[in-house]
């Protein structure tokens, strides 16, 4: 008996077992079970190319030996897409392939400068290096330079009040600029002078006429200024080598300036210290301003205008031309300023000099006792631009027991 119920039993489970996998078939419309669905190919592999996952991407790849040593291949093999050694290449200044001409674009293949340091910057590259000196050493110390300068002239001025001829006038006049003299000195200032209110406004224009012209209004006058400056630059070049030319000769150092020098030239104390033609001050402005700061103001301005034959244009050229424009302008401005000041308000008399070409005999004695007795002894012509016998002979000398 027990045989018979054993074999039962394992007909009952083949049969349970054949209808679970019947069950597990999806039928099809047509009663069918449906087709297993086919195994994912892997894509095709392009030739020439290798891909990655980011999943099989070594975590610690940064740390293998020579990782900031790789190039821009090594580094995609163990992480792609991190393109640093190439834009580390470019910041270090690696010059890249360019179709342009080296002629027009000498720096076509160099997206970035390499790393320099400019006066008051930080070791960045060049650029920044260039906009960090500007930004925080020429524009504020430059401006405070200026400010300083116009204040001093100011004080100076409703302290000490303007220099008075002591002398009441003679009535006779002594020629002291030709014609020739004031046309070069009155062209070389009138292009001084647009230089200068250019120069300014763009240095410093946003930050006192900005605010009050409004954006479109300060950047056209902007535009028309920087035109401008553009288009004087050359011309200021030419009238300050006719300046240079035209008053060198009276210019030389004499020892008697170093009496002039030593006192002040009287501004202080009242006192009247001889000098020739031009005073030791007059010189120091011409020496130093028309020459020393003439020149680099000159040569650097040519250069950014791009004017000068034969010259590589490069952008560290004109970031280093750019400051010692900046610099040389700022010390001008400053200098010609206190020029400015002593040939108008400053001191009684001097003005009518460059205007007319004339002075009183009695100005000429006070401020250049040495030149008058020059021109009273015959050595010096009182008239030098018509000839001597048109002249009316000069009167004699004019001593303060005299007067």
Not at 33 to 48: D, L, N, S
Not at 171 to 194: L, P
Not at 239 to 268: A, H, Q, Y
Not at 365 to 382: K, L, N, S, T
Request: net charge neutral; aromatic share 10%; proline share 7%.
């Amino acid at each position: 008996m027990k045989h018979p119920i054993a074999i039962l039993l394992l007909l009952a489970c083949s049969l349970c077992g054949t209808a679970g996998a019947q069950g597990s078939a999806t039928p099809t419309a047509s009663g069918q079970p449906a087709a297993a669905a086919p195994a994912p190919t892997a894509p095709t592999a392009v030739a020439g190319v290798q891909s990655q996952s980011i999943f099989e991407v070594k975590p610690a790849a940064s740390e293998d030996p020579g990782y900031m040593e790789q190039t821009n291949g090594e580094r995609a093999r163990v992480q792609p897409g991190n393109n640093a050694p190439m834009w580390r290449s470019v910041g270090a200044g690696v010059t890249g392939f360019s179709s342009l001409p080296h002629s027009q674009a000498p720096e076509a293949g160099n997206l970035i400068q390499p790393f320099a340091q400019y006066p008051g910057s930080k070791y960045v590259t060049a650029g920044e290096a260039w906009r960090q000196t500007r930004n925080k050493i020429i524009i504020p110390y430059g401006g405070a330079l200026i400010f300083i300068t116009l204040l001093a002239v100011a004080l100076f001025y409703f302290t000490k009040g303007p220099l008075k001829v002591d002398a009441p006038p003679t009535g006779k006049k002594i020629e002291r600029f030709t014609y020739f003299e004031r046309a070069a000195h009155w062209s070389n200032a009138t292009a001084f002078s647009i230089l200068a209110i250019s120069g300014i406004v763009m240095a410093f224009g946003k930050f006192f006429l900005l605010p009050i012209l409004g954006g479109a209004v300060f950047g056209w006058i902007t535009w028309l200024l920087k035109t401008a400056h553009n288009f004087v630059g050359p011309l200021f070049v030419v009238s300050l080598l006719v300046v240079f030319f035209t008053f060198v000769r009276d210019n030389w150092p004499e020892r008697i300036d170093l009496l002039w020098l030593r006192k002040g030239g009287g501004l202080f104390n009242g006192e009247h210290v001889p000098s020739g033609r031009f005073n030791a001050g007059e010189k120091v402005v011409f020496w130093a301003g028309v020459f020393g700061l003439g020149l680099l103001v000159c040569a650097s301005g040519l250069v950014l205008d791009k004017v000068l034959p034969g010259l590589e244009y490069l952008r560290s050229t004109m970031q280093i031309a750019h400051m010692v424009h900046a610099v040389a302008t700022t010390l001008m401005i400053c200098m010609f300023i206190g020029h400015i000041y002593l040939g108008t308000i400053g001191s009684e008399g001097a003005l009518d000099a460059m205007k007319t070409g004339y002075v009183d005999e009695a100005w000429a004695q006070q401020h250049h006792e040495v030149w008058y007795d020059d021109i009273q002894a015959g050595r010096v012509p009182a008239q030098r631009s018509t000839p001597a016998a048109a002249l009316e002979p000069a009167a004699s000398p004019r001593h303060p027991a005299q007067a």
